[in-house]
């Protein structure tokens, strides 16, 4: 398996610092940058940060991480897909998930009550016809379409991620999914659902290819934050914040290299709060990271 190890920028990912931090993951040969959703904030748009942080590039890969699909209409997601992948081939990374992690933004990626789950799963089987089909026509519980096309296809068909570690995400992801970047689980929970995955996929008759699992570490130079520590304990009431971020830089490998042997082998490192120097974070990201990497 070949270990990849991208970046999320934080509180550098707002415009003013944007330029500047993708330019510099350019010259430094990171691997991927990932952009979150966040609406009620300053950090850029993933749709519009992957435009232009591609448009800035020619090796840095540029993922979401993660976006909503369910709220959103997937010929126009298949759209700007294939458009971004026709213009920066091989470079584009999307991870959908369910829904908004902050409460107060649900509200704006509205599905019928009680249905984003069943939106979720046929949103994402139109949007992966969309991408490996000249034309599509479906026809839906929530969705209809005849003769669709989004223009010209990639000449590699787009894998499409998802985020979510409840059991039915795993089953989504086995069934529905290329690819799987979970959060906030330990590396024994992560092999877990590795296997979970893996499992849903032979009863639906296909396979996750053994290199795309994934997890986003949030990383603490020099121990957790509390607001983080605080925010973990309400997500995760029944597992120790320190065995799901890591409080340092040689723990942050430690951990990597414990998620590597329950068989994943892509890494989202993000910072664990504001960062007072994005170019420090970055400079230590490269000399920590980038060697944990395999050919």
């Not at 707002?14 to 009620?40: K, Q, T």
């Amino acid at each position: 398996m070949k270990v990849r190890i991208g970046i999320a920028l934080g509180s550098a990912g707002v415009p003013g610092e944007f330029s500047a931090a993708v330019d510099e993951l350019e010259r430094a040969g990171v691997d991927s940058l990932w952009l979150p959703e966040m609406v009620y904030g300053p950090l850029v748009e993933p749709f519009i940060g992957m435009a232009y942080a591609l448009s800035r590039t020619t090796k840095l890969k540029v993922g979401t991480g993660v976006s909503v699909l369910p709220g959103r209409h997937p010929v126009l997601v298949a759209k700007q897909l294939a458009s971004l992948a026709g213009l920066a081939p091989a470079r584009v990374l999307p991870v959908f998930g369910l829904r908004p992690a902050r409460r107060n933004e649900r509200d704006l990626f509205p599905v019928p009550p009680g249905q984003r789950a069943t939106v979720f799963d046929e949103s994402l089987q139109l949007l992966r016809r969309l991408l490996r089909e000249d034309t599509v026509s479906f026809s839906g519980e929530f969705f209809t379409v005849e003769g669709a096309s989004v223009g010209p296809l990639p000449a590699k068909p787009l894998d499409i991620w998802l985020g979510g570690t409840a059991p039915g995400a795993l089953e989504r992801v086995g069934r529905l999914a290329d690819g799987w970047l979970a959060s906030l689980i330990t590396p024994e929970e992560a092999g877990a659902g590795r296997r979970a995955i893996e499992a849903a996929a032979a009863a639906a008759g296909r396979e996750v290819e053994p290199d795309h699992y994934g997890i986003s570490l949030a990383v603490a130079a020099e121990g957790i934050p509390a607001e983080l520590i605080a925010a973990v304990r309400e997500r995760r009431p029944d597992a120790d914040p320190a065995s799901l971020v890591a409080a340092s830089w040689p723990d942050a490998r430690r951990m990597i290299e414990a998620y590597v042997a329950e068989g994943l082998s892509k890494f989202v490192v993000r910072p664990a709060g504001p960062l007072p120097s994005a170019d420090r974070f970055l400079g230590q990201f490269v000399s920590e990271m980038m060697p944990l990497q395999t050919a």
